[in-house]
């Protein structure tokens, strides 16, 4: 159910952002169905957290990385994603674990890439066919 306000909210995406705020919205009402979600209750929680990140970031309680992978090859992912692992690894091993914890915070999004690149492609359907 859309509001004056939800629209409001959405005037400055582009399609492809309104689009994919509807997926978030379908994916969280499917898991929450007692819950009203809607473009404005995104909205406040992606304010709250914004700002609970620029203290985090002020106050050095937490480290941000955010790396393009837009150039990046899918072996130069696959090499990322073997030397984080190692070095996950040796974490473990030799490190407290929160040292550990820490490392594996920053492979994870590594290995959500990963798990992506995996996936089987869909073959190409060639016009006429």
Do not use: C, W
């Amino acid at each position: 159910m859309s509001t004056e306000k939800d629209s409001m909210l959405r005037v400055r995406l582009t399609q492809r952002q309104s689009n994919e705020l509807d997926a978030i919205i379908d994916e969280l009402q499917a898991q929450m169905p007692e819950a009203s979600v809607t473009t404005s209750s995104i909205a406040r929680y992606a304010l709250e957290k914004y700002v609970s990140d620029h203290i985090a970031k002020r106050d050095g309680t937490k480290i941000f990385i955010e790396i393009s992978t837009a150039d990046a090859t899918e072996e130069d992912i696959k090499n990322l994603y073997g030397l984080l692992s190692k070095l996950f690894d040796e974490t473990k091993e030799n490190y407290s674990p929160m040292v550990n914890y820490m490392v594996g915070e920053i492979l994870e999004p590594v290995m959500m890439k990963m798990a992506s690149l995996m996936k089987p492609k869909k073959p190409e359907v060639k016009a006429g066919e």
